[in-house]
């Protein structure tokens, strides 16, 4: 009897691009994958899988249950990139990450921290990198790109800290990296990633800002400073993520 393709042994994501929404993971998914050796999913299964549409709609979506079926996912897709001998890897958001929560809650014996068991349990052997945003300019990102409120946006920029703070402390591969310092000095700020990966880097990432895969309106030749400088956010926005801000490194004047 001839065995199932889908039963055969397959290749595991090598690494996962990380961030809030709005806060620079398009653009340095579209970066790493315009290395020739590399290949990036934008957000793959992200919906499908980690917010479980696909998997049971309507009924309950266990937290273990998403994470396996997203990871299974992912390695057919790993798979398929490695038989064209391209390192694969995904790009999901820290909305998304936080969007398992409702499932986490379900559990009858709910694990004691969300973030931990993502990290460290699931991803544990993949490389993350993680890109953090000034929360005045990613808020306004926000709110302008997606129609959300100051408060919401706010909150969500925060969601990303917290995943930031956990980071840090990973026992295992990660590189966490400033959308500023993308902007400002593309090529010193992806040689790491390079490098994690045993990979030279590629003058050929640079035209990644004007990738095919990006969203139209995301496309540009070369890179734009002035995202980094609109950190005009109203006062009682500033007023909530102020303190964040200060931990990130971020000034507030």
């Not at 709910?110 to 973030?115: A, G, I, Q, S, T």
């Not at 003058?203 to 095919?212: E, I, K, R, Y």
Request: with cysteine; charged share 20%; proline share 8%.
């Amino acid at each position: 009897m001839q065995a199932d393709p889908a039963d055969q042994p397959q290749a595991a994501p090598r690494f996962h691009v990380l961030g809030a929404g709005r806060g620079g993971t398009s653009l340095l998914a579209a970066l790493l994958d315009a290395h020739p050796a590399l290949e990036v999913g934008f957000e793959r299964h992200a919906v499908s899988c980690l917010m479980g549409e696909a998997i049971a709609p309507g009924g309950p979506q266990p937290l273990h249950q998403r994470l396996a079926t997203y990871l299974k996912a992912c390695r057919r897709d790993a798979s398929t990139a490695a038989a064209a001998g391209r390192i694969w890897g995904n790009k999901i958001t820290t909305e998304q990450v936080f969007g398992l929560e409702t499932a986490w809650q379900q559990e009858s014996a709910p694990p004691p921290d969300l973030l931990d068991v993502v990290f460290n349990g699931y991803l544990k052997d993949q490389l993350i990198v993680f890109v953090l945003r000034d929360g005045r300019s990613c808020a306004l990102s926000k709110m302008r790109r997606a129609g959300l409120p100051l408060a919401e946006a706010c909150r969500r920029w925060q969601l990303s800290v917290r995943c930031w703070e956990v980071l840090q402390r990973r026992p295992f591969p990660t590189l966490c990296l400033r959308f500023e310092d993308l902007l400002a000095q593309p090529q010193a700020t992806l040689a790491p990633i390079c490098s994690q990966l045993g990979l030279a880097f590629d003058p050929a990432m640079l035209a990644g800002t004007g990738s095919d895969r990006l969203l139209p309106e995301y496309r540009r030749d070369g890179f734009d400073l002035s995202r980094a400088a609109d950190t005009d956010l109203p006062p009682e926005g500033l007023a909530l993520i102020a303190d964040d801000l200060r931990r990130c490194g971020y000034g507030t004047g």
